[in-house]
């Protein structure tokens, strides 16, 4: 009896990069910064330099870190719409608090409106089961008429940024942003969370199959309540950041850093319908942005046509994920 041997069907080389890519994705987003440096470079002779360097970094810390809550909740299947106002009232109630208050008080007194926001979004999502768009949406716009009472109480005593958020926002320390004193343990503390600990595993499982996670014994609300309170405290952090990067404290501070941030999130990899991703691609979606901001900048758009573009590339990775996975 003769037996016939089987030819392996030869892959083309295109879905061999294809898979190779897929299977590690943070290779194509890091080759996707150096082509937009070198862009730049070209643009702009001499303007990739070692102050460019620490200026990109301290703008990207910021976004990073409100990308960071939007990845942690996009793994659930959600999203936070008022990581930008919760930046904002930190921000704006520090620099207010200051300058009659201790620092120590003025920061818990800063914190205090994110810890709130997020465990009002964490029950509406976790108990009540509003959608996390409408919920997060609607407690921005409470926060921000809330901000709004607040500045008319305040706005005879004036607003100072304090020196150590200036020096932590601005400073630069032997070619090194101070900020990254700040942002290296966050990051590295979000990370570990992610890929660690049972906490981030029940992200993931959240986001994957919400009703298999029930029917194992998992409390639902609890992990979306804490999720929305960390995601709020980070936002609060971020605020108190960029305070000290910017030093002119508004009613809008952090409003334009919303739709890039969840733009980063999802040029980073992580899915809008959950249970994938990661904050490592994160922080290069970050830096991509970052970095095509500066582009844009140089070729004069406008901030209409920017938040354009942010659109535009939120649609276009959703649907190339989505390919991917019909292929798959």
């Known amino acids: ?48 330099n070692e102050r460019w360097i620490a200026n990109t970094i301290k703008f990207a810390i910021p976004l990073a870190i409100l990308a960071g809550c939007q990845t942690m909740t996009m793994l659930t299947g959600g999203i936070d719409l008022s990581v930008g106002t919760v930046a904002t009232m930190s921000a704006f109630i520090m620099a207010t608090q200051v300058v009659n208050q201790d620092p120590a008080v003025a920061f818990l007194l800063a914190m205090m409106p994110a810890v709130l926001i997020g465990l009002v979004n964490g029950i509406g999502v976790g108990v009540f089961r509003v959608h996390p768009l409408i919920m997060t949406l609607g407690t921005s716009l409470i926060g921000t008429g809330c901000l709004q009472v607040y500045q008319r109480t305040v706005i ?73 309170v960390i995601s709020s405290m980070l936002a609060g952090i971020t605020g108190l950041l960029y305070i000290g990067l910017i030093k002119a ?3 809008s501070l952090a409003e334009p850093l919303v739709l890039p941030s969840v733009a980063a999130a999802v040029i980073g990899g992580t899915s809008i319908f959950g249970g994938r991703g990661g904050y490592t691609g994160t922080i290069i979606g970050a830096l991509i942005l970052t970095v095509l901001t500066t582009l844009l900048t ?10 354009i573009l942010f659109g535009l590339i939120v649609l276009f990775v959703t649907a190339a994920y989505l390919r991917i996975v019909e292929e798959r």
Do not use: C, H
């Not at 140089?298 to 938040?307: H, N, V």
């Open 1 to 48: 009896m003769s037996t016939t041997a089987i030819t392996p069907t030869p892959v083309p080389p295109g879905r061999r990069v294809k898979r190779f890519m897929a299977d590690r994705p943070l290779i194509p987003l890091i080759i996707l910064l150096v082509i937009l440096v070198v862009i730049l470079q070209i643009l702009r002779p001499g303007i990739v």
């Open 156 to 228: 005879a005593s004036g607003a100072k940024i304090p020196d150590f958020l200036a020096w932590l926002g601005t400073g630069v320390t032997y070619g090194f942003p101070n900020a990254l004193l700040l942002f290296v343990p966050l990051a590295a503390l979000i990370v570990f969370t992610l890929a660690r600990t049972g906490f981030g595993r029940l992200l993931y499982a959240v986001g994957d199959n919400e009703r298999a996670t029930r029917l194992s014994g998992v409390q639902y609300w609890q992990v979306i309540t804490a999720l929305y």
């Open 249 to 251: 404290p508004s009613l």
């Open 298 to 307: 140089i070729l004069q758009m406008p901030e209409g046509a920017r938040r």
